[in-house]
């Protein structure tokens, strides 16, 4: 009989803290975890469906009741004499192959027909996955190892999106199907989900009683949509999909019974490692990843912690300001906050794009007003100095004036005002020379040094009072200039030497030049 134990099986793919590259099993994850850096696949999908599992195994065992609690955690380490007789008495339940209660799946679904299994981790083109990262036909049933269909077989329940009819119910989004994934990363693994149970501390999360991971309940679930999890347990090990893998004699595992499984509801915001934005109206919404922007660009919302702020983020962040200034956490400690997930189009189950971003994150931005609004100083003249690089208008004193590159375009296609610019096809131009995609892109690196120096860029007055910025803004002014114009020189270097031309580029320069200095000069660096 096939057998495959999640337990013991190497299927979790692990980079060591001296960077080597190692495949475990659940056990020996967790209790090697503080010589495993990370757990990581190419796949963002699927290494954030791994943390998840990892964390309801931790919360099940070692759920902080308090920070004191998390404190001992944190100092002491996880009992694995524990997690060992844990995964002794639930052996069973993590047979992937087991004929009676294969993990995450329903052995008695029976679907009228096959799917193929490549369909599970949204990537491949099969059915109803787009044709994003895959080019292969439906026809194409390529066969998966065990380890492969496990980590497919998680995604599946965390991230597949809605696409209408299936053979139980209307299919629903996962919990993480419309949502950007927001884990902090320590120095190794065990400080990585130490952290994250911090923000599954949550007090008033909807519970019902009798909460249970999924693998401990003997009766199998109905389909349903609306649910209302009995807790944090149920909810983080939810069967979103009714999956029964079908196995060859060979092991090798080519396609599946799927449909829709559970859901809970769509006005749903308790994602315990979702970021809200925060509407006018009071309400919350999932932020998410954007195709014209990456995550670095809002690291001020990411980072800030105040009753006015724009995001309401994931409770470790939150947990680990109160654990600095109780002196548990060195204020001089630093962490990365990864961002995983992935963007579909708006009510449709077709994925545009996925991520895995992560940014530097000194702990003392999480309570320091003053270093974090002049954070938000960087980032504020970087997108002013950026916005010069598209189309449109810039208002200062109730005058409208055009950008540098409609200035550009105007003069390009409707050259000595011969009459009024078509606005769209001018926006068509201005998107075409793309010197707002080269600028935002040279950007990223530096912008990450910036948030680790600074912090170190103190100045105390004579009154006491600390100010930060006196010699990395100015730096990072210059940064901005010297970017900015070379996005510039490079997406209008291509552009034809005809005279209409080059006096379009000569107005358009002149024009960026001023702009440019008008933003920066009050950092007296060297114009260009």
């Given amino acids: 009989m096939a057998t495959f134990n999640l ?19 659940l056990q020996k994850v967790l209790s090697e975890a503080s010589d495993i850096r990370e757990v990581f696949d190419p796949s ?50 993590f047979d992937l192959l087991d004929e009676e209660r294969p993990f995450y799946q329903q052995p008695s679904f029976i679907a009228k027909k096959d799917t193929p299994v490549k369909r599970l981790p949204l990537e491949f083109a099969a059915q109803n996955n787009a044709t994003l990262f895959d080019h292969s036909f439906d026809q194409e049933w390529p066969g998966v190892t065990p380890g492969v269909a496990a980590r497919w077989l998680l995604v599946s329940h965390a991230f597949s999106p809605s696409a209408g009819k299936s053979e139980t119910i209307h299919t629903k989004d996962c919990p993480w ?46 389909p349903e949509h609306d649910l209302a999890p009995s807790g944090p347990q149920e909810y983080l090990t939810l069967q979103s999909r009714w999956v029964r893998l079908l196995t060859a004699p060979t092991q090798d595992i080519k396609a599946c019974y799927l449909a829709q499984g559970r859901a809970v509801a769509n006005d749903w915001t308790s994602e315990p490692f979702f970021a809200y934005r925060k509407s006018n109206e009071g309400g919350l919404w999932p932020w998410t990843f954007s195709e014209e922007r990456t995550a670095w660009r809002d690291s001020h919302s990411l980072f800030n912690l105040s009753e006015n702020a724009p995001f309401k983020l ?21 962490f990365q906050l990864c961002v995983m997930g992935q963007l579909l189009e708006s009510r449709q189950p077709t994925m545009c794009l996925w991520r895995h971003e992560r940014l530097p994150l000194p702990v003392c931005y999480l309570d320091d007003v003053e270093l974090l609004g002049k954070l938000h100083e960087a980032l504020s003249l970087a997108e002013s100095v950026g916005a010069l690089l598209g189309a449109g208008y810039i208002w200062l ?31 068509a131009k201005v998107n075409s020379i793309g010197a707002k995609q080269l600028y935002w892109s040279g950007l990223e690196i530096p912008f990450k040094e910036l948030i680790i120096l600074l912090p170190k860029d103190k100045d105390t007055a004579e009154d006491g009072t600390e100010s930060y910025g006196s010699k990395v803004l100015p ?46 000069g009050q950092y007296n660096q060297e114009r260009r």
């Fill in 7 to 25: 337990i013991d099986e190497e299927w979790i793919p692990c980079i060591m803290c001296n960077g080597a590259h190692k495949s475990y099993g």
């Fill in 44 to 93: 963002p999908l699927v290494t954030a469906a791994l943390h998840r599992l990892l964390l309801a195994l931790l919360h099940r065992n070692f759920a902080p009741t308090s920070l004191a609690a998390w404190t001992r955690l944190w100092k002491q380490g996880w009992d694995t004499e524990l997690l060992a007789k844990y995964f002794e008495k639930w052996r069973h339940r």
């Fill in 177 to 222: 199907s419309r949502g950007a994934v927001v884990l902090l990363q320590g120095e190794n693994l065990f400080e990585t989900l130490t952290l994250n149970l911090l923000s599954m501390f949550v007090k008033d999360f909807p519970t019902t009683g009798g909460d249970l991971p999924t693998w401990e309940h003997d009766a199998e679930f109905q």
């Fill in 314 to 334: 994931p409770r470790a962040l939150n947990r680990i300001a109160v654990l600095v200034r109780d002196g548990v956490l060195d204020r001089r400690r630093q």
């Fill in 397 to 427: 004193n109730k005058t409208k004036r055009p950008r540098p590159l409609q200035v550009l375009a105007s003069e390009i296609l409707f050259p000595l005002g011969g009459r009024e610019p078509d606005q769209k096809a001018v926006q």
């Fill in 475 to 520: 730096q990072w002014a210059q940064r901005l200039r010297r970017t900015a114009w070379q996005a510039f020189s490079n997406a209008t270097c291509d552009l034809d030497t005809t005279g209409l031309t080059l006096r379009a580029a000569a107005m358009a320069r002149q024009c960026f030049a001023k702009e440019l200095n008008r933003i920066l």
